[in-house]
C-alpha cells in the first residue's frame, strides 16, 4: 500500500508549484506573452508546460509547509524574480513608444491614437506602428527562446529559496528604467532632428512671405515629411531596438548575480 507523508506532498507540489510561479510572473510582465491579445488559458498551458520540462534540471527544492510564513516569503521572491525579468524586456518595447510619441507630435500626428492592443492603451499610431516592428523583430531574433532560456537559468543563479532578489538588486532595476528614456532618444533623435530642421525652414519661409498660409501648406508637408524621415530612419531603429534588446539579456543576467 503506498503512503504518502505531508513532507513529500509538499515536496512533490512545491517542486512544480515554485518554479511554475516564477515562470508564469515573467509571462505575465514580458513583451509578447503577456499581451492582452494572448489569451490567459494560452499562457497558463504554456507556463505549465515549460516548468515540468524544467522540474528535472533544477536543483533540489526546499521542503516547506505551503500554508506558513517560510512559503508565503518564497511565493513573494518568485514572482519579484518572474516579474522584474519582464519588466526590464517591457523596459525596451515602451523606449519604441517614447520615439514614436516624440515622432508624432514633431510631424502633428500626436492626436491620431490608437489603442495598443499589447497594452491596451491608447498610443500614437507612429508608436504603435514602432511596437508591431518591435515584436516582429523580436520574435524574428528568437528573443522568446532566449528569454525563456535565461529564465531557465536563473534556477541555478538564483535557487528557489526564502532569498532571492536583493535590495541593490532591485535598484538596478529601476536604475534601468533611464535605459527606456535614453533608448527612445536615440531613436527618435534622427527623424526629430530632421522635423526640427523643416519646421525652422517653414519658419523662414512665413517670414519671407506672410501672404502664404502656412496652415494649409505646412501641416500636410510635415506629415509626409515624417513618413519619409521614418521610412529613411527604419535601419537606424531596428539598430537600436536591437542593441537595447542585447543589453537587457546581459542586464538580466548581471541582475541574478547582484548580491
Same mark, same amino acid.
Given at each position: 500500500?503506498?503512503?504518502?507523508?505531508?513532507?513529500?506532498?509538499?515536496?512533490?507540489?512545491?517542486?512544480?508549484?515554485?518554479?511554475?510561479?516564477?515562470?508564469?510572473?515573467?509571462?505575465?510582465? =514580458?513583451?509578447?506573452?503577456?499581451?492582452?491579445?494572448?489569451?490567459?488559458?494560452?499562457?497558463?498551458?504554456? =507556463?505549465?508546460?515549460?516548468?515540468?520540462?524544467?522540474?528535472?534540471?533544477?536543483?533540489?527544492?526546499?521542503?516547506?509547509?505551503?500554508?506558513?510564513?517560510?512559503? =508565503?516569503?518564497?511565493?513573494?521572491?518568485?514572482?519579484?524574480?518572474?516579474?522584474?525579468?519582464?519588466?526590464?524586456? +517591457?523596459?525596451?518595447?515602451?523606449?519604441?513608444?517614447?520615439?514614436?510619441?516624440?515622432?508624432?507630435?514633431?510631424?502633428?500626428?500626436?492626436?491620431?491614437?490608437?489603442?495598443?492592443?499589447?497594452?491596451?492603451?491608447?498610443?500614437?499610431?507612429?508608436? +504603435?506602428?514602432?511596437?508591431?516592428?518591435?515584436?516582429?523583430?523580436?520574435?524574428?531574433?528568437?528573443?522568446?527562446?532566449?528569454?525563456?532560456?535565461?529564465?531557465?537559468?536563473?534556477?541555478?543563479?538564483?535557487?528557489?529559496?526564502?532569498?532571492?532578489?536583493?535590495?541593490?538588486?532591485?535598484?538596478?532595476?529601476?536604475?534601468?528604467?533611464? +535605459?527606456?528614456?535614453?533608448?527612445?532618444?536615440?531613436? =527618435?533623435?534622427?527623424?526629430?532632428?530632421?522635423?526640427?530642421?523643416?519646421?525652422?525652414?517653414?519658419?523662414?519661409?512665413?517670414?519671407?512671405?506672410?501672404?502664404?498660409?502656412?496652415?494649409?501648406?505646412?501641416?500636410?508637408?510635415?506629415?509626409?515629411?515624417?513618413?519619409?524621415?521614418?521610412?529613411?530612419?527604419?535601419?537606424?531603429?531596428?539598430?537600436?531596438?536591437?542593441?537595447?534588446?542585447?543589453?537587457?539579456?546581459?542586464?538580466?543576467?548581471?541582475?541574478?548575480?547582484?548580491?
Amino acid at each position: 500500500m503506498l503512503s504518502l507523508t505531508t513532507d513529500q506532498i509538499a515536496l512533490w507540489l512545491g517542486s512544480f508549484f515554485w518554479p511554475f510561479v516564477r515562470i508564469s510572473s515573467m509571462m505575465m510582465a =514580458a513583451p509578447v506573452f503577456g499581451a492582452r491579445m494572448m489569451p490567459v488559458r494560452i499562457r497558463i498551458i504554456l =507556463a505549465m508546460t515549460i516548468s515540468v520540462l524544467t522540474v528535472p534540471l533544477l536543483p533540489p527544492v526546499p521542503a516547506v509547509d505551503p500554508i506558513s510564513f517560510a512559503a =508565503a516569503g518564497i511565493l513573494f521572491q518568485q514572482v519579484l524574480i518572474g516579474v522584474a525579468t519582464g519588466l526590464i524586456i +517591457q523596459m525596451v518595447f515602451q523606449s519604441l513608444v517614447i520615439a514614436g510619441e516624440s515622432i508624432a507630435n514633431g510631424m502633428g500626428l500626436g492626436f491620431a491614437r490608437m489603442v495598443d492592443p499589447a497594452n491596451g492603451v491608447q498610443v500614437p499610431v507612429i508608436s +504603435q506602428f514602432f511596437v508591431v516592428l518591435a515584436t516582429l523583430l523580436f520574435v524574428i531574433l528568437n528573443g522568446h527562446l532566449l528569454l525563456i532560456k535565461l529564465m531557465i537559468r536563473s534556477f541555478e543563479i538564483l535557487p528557489i529559496g526564502e532569498s532571492g532578489l536583493s535590495l541593490l538588486a532591485l535598484k538596478t532595476v529601476v536604475n534601468w528604467g533611464s +535605459q527606456m528614456f535614453i533608448g527612445g532618444l536615440m531613436v =527618435a533623435l534622427p527623424a526629430v532632428t530632421a522635423l526640427m530642421v523643416v519646421n525652422i525652414s517653414m519658419g523662414v519661409i512665413t517670414r519671407a512671405a506672410p501672404q502664404l498660409n502656412i496652415f494649409a501648406v505646412g501641416f500636410p508637408l510635415m506629415i509626409l515629411l515624417g513618413f519619409v524621415f521614418i521610412a529613411a530612419t527604419l535601419p537606424s531603429v531596428f539598430a537600436q531596438f536591437t542593441q537595447l534588446l542585447m543589453d537587457s539579456f546581459e542586464y538580466i543576467s548581471q541582475l541574478m548575480e547582484v548580491r
